[in-house]
């Protein structure tokens, strides 16, 4: 039985076709910088969906046109994926079905769990080079978004697109103000905060 996740990797890529015909690579590329801060593609799962798509007549597959290039003889011809109608219909039928919740796995949280049994200095590290992690981050998130509203500001799925962005930002300025509340719980602990286990 094919699970949830792989069956939404699928759906990912159709749905990342439907704002233009691309080849693997491009589609790739679009991962990064649009889902990829909540969903993620790699070129190992990515190949083996546009196969199954184009078995099952959601997406077609032809030979992308070199015009005005030169390509060496040795190269191998690349090839470009575009949803069909099929493909659209299946596409809208996933998106309103009910998404499956996983139970997420992070390794801060279970490092911070265990945090007792070393010196708190150490857990307090781990914290600090998270919050770092979600300020870079938050900088992404803004120059993402300046360069939705120029690169497609007129888009009908715009707004669609900024509401993932702004989950993204919430997100992780509410994990910013965590890791202030808990380094501040952590730098009111005694000086001797380490049990024996």
């Given at each position: 039985?094919e699970s949830?996740?792989?069956?939404?990797?699928?759906?990912?890529?159709?749905?990342?076709?439907?704002n233009?015909?691309?080849?693997?690579?491009?589609?790739?590329?679009?991962?990064?910088?649009?889902?990829?801060?909540?969903?993620r593609?790699?070129?190992g799962?990515?190949?083996?969906?546009?196969?199954?798509?184009?078995?099952?007549?959601?997406?077609?597959?032809?030979?992308?046109?070199?015009?005005?290039k030169?390509?060496?003889?040795?190269s191998?011809?690349?090839?470009?994926?575009?949803i069909?109608?099929?493909?659209?219909?299946?596409?809208?039928?996933?998106?309103?079905?009910?998404?499956?919740?996983?139970?997420?796995?992070?390794?801060?949280?279970?490092?911070?769990?265990?945090?007792a049994t070393?010196?708190?200095?150490e857990?307090?590290?781990?914290?600090?080079?998270?919050?770092?992690?979600?300020?870079?981050s938050?900088?992404?998130?803004?120059?993402?978004?300046q360069?939705?509203?120029?690169?497609?500001?007129t888009?009908?799925?715009l707004?669609?697109?900024?509401?993932?962005?702004?989950?993204?930002?919430?997100?992780h300025?509410?994990?910013?103000?965590?890791?202030?509340?808990?380094?501040?719980?952590?730098?009111?602990?005694?000086?001797?905060?380490?049990?024996?286990v």
């Amino acid at each position: 039985m094919e699970s949830a996740s792989k069956k939404s990797s699928r759906f990912a890529i159709l749905g990342l076709l439907t704002n233009c015909p691309m080849s693997g690579y491009e589609i790739r590329r679009l991962v990064e910088w649009s889902i990829g801060q909540f969903w993620r593609e790699s070129f190992g799962q990515i190949y083996p969906a546009l196969s199954a798509l184009t078995a099952a007549g959601l997406i077609t597959r032809q030979p992308e046109s070199k015009t005005g290039k030169k390509e060496k003889a040795t190269s191998r011809p690349r090839h470009v994926y575009a949803i069909t109608e099929k493909g659209r219909h299946a596409l809208a039928e996933w998106v309103s079905s009910p998404f499956h919740v996983q139970v997420p796995r992070n390794e801060l949280l279970l490092k911070l769990f265990f945090g007792a049994t070393v010196p708190v200095v150490e857990s307090k590290a781990q914290i600090e080079r998270f919050r770092e992690m979600q300020v870079k981050s938050l900088e992404v998130f803004d120059a993402t978004e300046q360069r939705l509203h120029a690169e497609h500001g007129t888009d009908p799925q715009l707004p669609y697109w900024l509401i993932t962005l702004d989950y993204g930002k919430q997100t992780h300025r509410a994990l910013v103000a965590w890791c202030d509340a808990s380094l501040a719980t952590l730098n009111a602990l005694p000086p001797v905060s380490r049990r024996k286990v």
